[in-house]
């Protein structure tokens, strides 16, 4: 046996001595053709006459693509050998001292769970197995069909290695939230995986060989339930972007070269961050019928306010002649919270910048998710680091507010100074109104901040139903986009059905929800073709329960049945400023105003230093006429007998016209709305413009019929100032000059003004009775403001004296006073006037900067507070907000109500006049009592004595359905427009209603006088909703195009807020007749 074991032997040693040679003879070949691989580029450089560069540069790349590679491929080997050499440098070094400690040993606030590694060790081999099957037979086939180029693709290696995931360490939080498990895993993953694929048509290979992934993974087994498997779902994600490092193979070797190598990381980082970085997660559903938008995407804890403010002693990095001459720093700072990124701007040549910024920021998960601040100075080329700054979101949380200097770390000086307030998320709207006015006082000095939220709307999208087919009756591949003012989110596509499910989550800041509104559109993948549109007033949300609305809604401009499924929701934010005490403990810390070099100290010397030394006036100078302007206004009712312009056939067949009005007065021009084929239109517009009393003023009114051309005179008239103040109030028809007929009806008043504050209630509530088309809103006062000076202003950034001018808004009107003289106390002496439609709500703000750019401060002033002023005048000094603390300007603001006669005459009414307010007759709209009166003058006769027609309507609100009903019953005495009567409908819209989404008709009844319809037509909207809105219904003839018979029957207007709609009483209603 030993001589047949050594002749074996000695046979193997002889065949590996002969193998010897060809081996190194094959490896010497192989080093060969490295040599003159190496060498081509040289000489190909050469033969083609190439500039040395060429060479040294595609050197540079290969040695640095060669360093980089190498040391990826050191650091994946000292983690691998790190792993497997754990157990002897736990046990054998780190605690070779400690030999005694039990097994089940742990952190208190992390555990070990080596149970788990065991078991994700044992089934390592089949993960691999499972995701070489999902690669070669579901994803592979998935890339071939997605293009021709890649029909060749294949993976020709996958092999995950036998280096499983290990899980650190587990911290488990079981204290906020009894309905869920919440477990934060810290993951380290270092891997031998290699997965190789190939496109075998251009002879490309690409892979990877080895990966490293640390991080932070948090699992939340929510919701727990009351039966197998107990746990309704698993929802993981990252709180921070994981560290990864991967090693590439084939062709992708090209990512590592220097520059490609960190783009192609962040490419593969922003992929995982995509879906498992919050705010994105992603969820596995245990059981059915979960809202797994819901799970996936949760409303948040709460929002974080932040104002950076300011820094202190920060590191000098500018320096000149290589450090000989010592500079400062131009820094700026970088605030993250998870996936949110904010950048502040740079402040030039200052270690003591001053930012005064605000960002708000959603805090998805407590705690766990970190601030961090950066602070670096820019520069041309590359910024260099100041420190920074890292805070739990937790403890803000716990302390509401936190207003603390912070040192910065890693840097060998430097302190930043945040206010940090935590915003709880209220279901109610009690405390809107207050938020509202505290954000209105709240001023954010920098234009790169957007202004402070009142609330947070978050929108989850599930599914449509019935969506429209697609040209050729193919299936549509449907997307959402949602808008909010110019804010635009869009939904993933669900590709060919018309029946979509999407379940998507969106979130939005609101600075108001009284005012705006979200647009929804439906459209297909490619969003040319629009499938169907809605808006929702989030005013109506603010009435509905717990500010929530989980319902179908029916899309309009769509199909008839097409409707979408959304759980709206609204959270109002709401700041608890309770007396907190300092997060910080750290006595190196100064509060504000204690450090020595702090900038408001440096800021307070330098502007007392340059601020005027005489006595300052304590009350304004205006001149006399201040005050003295007036308010005119303008209701545009209707016009008849007009000159019908639009001929056909070469003037055989005359046509009608399209009329609109422009007015001219005082410098101002206005223009109605245009009637389309109308010789007697009907426009009820309002205008309203402020005057000053000046010889020969004249109000111009010029009628034109809209063509598609040049549009055509219809008239015109002009009117004396000085006699419309004379008479104060007029209510008369003008004739037209320079055509042959045409008359205008105007009422036309100059509002008297009144200093008395019990007038406004009455005031108000006649305004609240109006309406008009054009949707004005009549003004209850008129504001005048005299600016007369500044004292005390900030000094520009460099330390010079600022030319300070001063902007004034109030609501949507603004004015610019000029630039004053380079001074922190100029002077303006301008005078600004402003309407207003409710005193006790509207705000003055008052803006002042240099040269209309760097902010020096701002006061905004509640206009209610005049109402408490002796005569409504405020005269004297207001302290600017967002300055030094001197910084005052001084104004002289009056108001002065608008006491309109009308109002007077309205106060006089009896009871019966009333009435007819409750249950408007088709007369009440669209004029006014006033305009009814006259035309009843002249027409002589009631409406609904006049043959024109009856409409029998019911108006109903169901409080259970949150549903607006309208049924439409018949018609009586319609006016035949034919010898062979006519082919009566009706069609109605509720305004104001900007996209149409209300409009809708009846069928047609053929030949008949009194038709009846009995259909009805119901509207998704809350019951304040539906009281703003108003009925125009109009009762057609079906004409065929080219016909010569009249098309409107009778009209009516129907304001629903004079209605009881929860009574729902059917009534007939008298139709107006407004063709010619």
Aim: hydrophobic share 40%.
């Amino acid at each position: 046996m030993a001589a047949g074991e050594d002749a074996d032997s000695a046979a193997v040693s002889g065949s590996a001595a002969e193998e010897t040679p060809g081996k190194q003879a094959v490896a010497v070949l192989f080093g060969f053709g490295k040599c003159l691989l190496a060498l081509l580029p040289v000489y190909l450089a050469g033969y083609f006459g190439l500039s040395l560069s060429f060479v040294l540069f595609g050197l540079a790349v290969y040695v640095g693509w060669r360093q980089h590679r190498d040391g990826k491929q050191a650091r994946l080997n000292s983690a691998l050998y790190a792993l497997h050499s754990e157990t002897y440098f736990t046990s054998g070094s780190v605690f070779s001292k400690r030999r005694d400690l039990p097994a089940w040993v742990n952190f208190p606030d992390v555990e070990k769970v080596e149970w788990l590694n065991k078991i994700l060790q044992q089934a390592w081999p089949f993960v691999g197995q499972y995701l070489e099957k999902l690669l070669v037979e579901t994803i592979a086939p998935t890339i071939r069909n997605s293009s021709a180029h890649l029909q060749t693709f294949s993976f020709t290696k996958v092999d995950l290695g036998d280096k499983a995931v290990k899980v650190v360490g587990v911290k488990a939080h079981t204290e906020h939230d009894k309905r869920q498990v919440l477990l934060d895993l810290y993951i380290s993953y270092a891997g031998n995986v290699e997965i190789n694929v190939e496109i075998k048509k251009y002879f490309c290979k690409a892979g990877v060989k080895g990966i490293q992934l640390h991080g932070k993974l948090r699992v939340i087994l929510e919701p727990l339930i009351g039966d197998v498997p107990l746990v309704g779902a698993i929802t993981m994600f990252f709180i921070r972007r994981p560290k990864l490092d991967i090693n590439w193979t084939g062709l992708t070797n090209l990512l590592d070269i220097p520059g490609l190598n960190a783009m192609s990381d962040t490419m593969v980082m922003d992929a995982i961050a995509s879906f498992l970085v919050l705010p994105n997660r992603l969820t596995v559903p245990l059981v059915a019928n979960l809202h797994v938008a819901q799970l996936r995407s949760p409303l948040p804890r709460g929002i974080v306010r932040i104002h950076l403010l300011e820094a202190e002693n920060l590191a000098a990095k500018d320096n000149f002649i290589k450090g000989v001459i010592a500079g400062k720093s131009d820094p700026y700072a970088v605030l993250r919270v998870g996936t949110q990124t904010f950048t502040s701007h740079h402040v030039d040549n200052n270690l003591n910048p001053q930012w005064r910024e605000m960002y708000e920021v959603i805090v998805h998960e407590v705690p766990g998710q970190e601030l961090e601040v950066e602070v670096f100075d820019k520069d041309p080329d590359q910024d260099d680091f100041l420190g920074r700054v890292k805070l739990d979101l937790g403890l803000v949380k716990k302390a509401r507010v936190v207003d603390e200097w912070f040192p910065l770390k890693d840097t060998p000086s430097g302190k930043v100074h945040l206010r940090l307030e935590w915003l709880s998320l209220l279901p109610s709207a009690e405390r809107l109104s207050e938020v509202l006015q505290r954000n209105r006082n709240l001023t954010v000095s920098s234009k790169s901040s957007d202004p402070p939220s009142a609330a947070i709307l978050t929108v989850y999208l599930d599914r449509a139903q019935d969506l429209p087919m697609k040209k050729g009756n193919k299936d549509p591949s449907p997307m959402v986009q949602f808008s909010v003012q110019d804010i635009t989110k869009e939904s993933k596509t669900s590709y060919g059905t018309n029946n979509p499910v999407w379940e998507d989550a969106f979130t939005f800041f609101i600075q108001d929800p009284c005012k705006q509104d979200l647009d929804i559109q439906v459209k297909d993948d490619d969003r040319s073709l629009t499938l169907g549109t809605l808006t929702i007033p989030l005013s109506r949300i603010l009435s509905s329960a717990e500010l929530s609305m989980d319902q179908w809604f029916q899309l309009d401009s769509s199909g008839p049945a097409s409707r979408i499924y959304m759980n709206v929701i609204l959270r109002v934010l709401w700041l608890n400023e309770e007396p907190t005490s300092p997060v910080s403990s750290d006595p190196s810390v100064p509060f504000p105003g204690e450090g020595e070099d702090g900038v408001i100290t440096d800021l307070t010397h330098r502007g007392s230093s340059v601020s005027p030394t005489h006595t300052r006036p304590q009350h304004t100078s205006p001149e006399s006429s201040f005050g003295t302007e007036g308010v005119l206004r303008i209701h545009l009712v209707e016009a008849q007998n007009l000159v019908a312009k639009d001929t056909f056939m070469g003037g055989m067949v005359k046509g009608k016209s399209d009329p609109y009005v422009k007015i001219r007065v005082g410098g101002m021009a206005y223009k109605s709305r245009v009637i389309k084929e109308n010789l007697n239109p009907v426009w009820n517009e309002l205008y309203e413009v402020i005057l000053t009393m000046l010889p020969g003023q004249e109000v111009q009114f010029d009628l034109f019929d809209k063509d598609m051309d040049q549009d055509d005179f219809l008239g015109r008239f002009k009117l004396s100032l000085a006699d419309l103040i004379s008479a104060q109030n007029t209510d008369q028809w003008y004739n037209l000059n320079d055509v042959k007929t045409g008359q205008v009806h105007l009422i036309m008043e100059w509002l008297p003004k009144v200093s008395d504050p019990s007038r406004l209630e009455q005031i108000l509530s006649y305004q609240s009775q109006q309406s008009y088309v054009n949707k004005a809103v009549p003004s209850a006062a008129v504001l005048f403001v005299y600016l007369e000076r500044a004292h005390g202003l900030p000094l520009k950034k460099n330390g010079k004296e600022p030319v300070a001018g001063a902007e004034l808004l109030l609501k949507n009107t603004s004015y610019r006073t000029k630039l004053g003289d380079r001074s922190t106390s100029p002077c303006w002496d301008e005078t600004f006037c402003f309407l207003v439609q409710d005193p006790r709500e509207e705000i003055l703000t008052i803006r002042v900067s240099h040269s209309w750019g760097q902010p020096l401060g701002t006061v905004v002033f509640p206009v209610k507070e005049l109402l408490a002023e002796q005569d409504l005048v405020l005269d004297r000094w207001l302290t600017l907000d967002g300055a030094l603390p001197e910084s005052e300007i001084l104004i002289r603001a009056e108001l002065k109500l608008l006491d309109s006669k009308l109002i007077q005459s309205a106060d006089g009414k009896n009871g019966s006049e009333e009435v007819e307010h409750i249950i408007p007759r088709a007369e009440t709209a669209p004029a006014t009592s006033q305009e009814l009166r006259h035309r009843t003058v002249q027409g002589g006769g009631d409406a609904g004595d006049s043959g024109r027609g009856q409409i029998k309507l019911t108006i109903a609100y169901s409080t259970e359905e949150n549903r607006l009903a309208i049924t439409i019953y018949s018609c009586r005495n319609l006016a035949a427009c034919s010898k062979d009567g006519s082919d009566p409908y009706v069609s109605f819209i509720l305004q104001p209603d900007k996209n149409r989404s209300t409009k809708r008709k009846t069928s047609t009844k053929k030949r008949d006088l009194n038709p009846e319809f009995f259909e009805s037509f119901d509207f998704d909207m809350s019951l304040e909703e539906a009281k703003q809105r108003r009925l125009e219904l109009s009762v057609k003839n079906s004409v065929s195009f080219m016909s010569r018979e009249r098309e409107l029957i009778g009209k009516l207007y129907v304001d629903l807020n004079q209605l009881d709609l929860k009574a729902g009483i059917a009534q007939w209603y008298d139709l107006t007749h407004e063709t010619g």
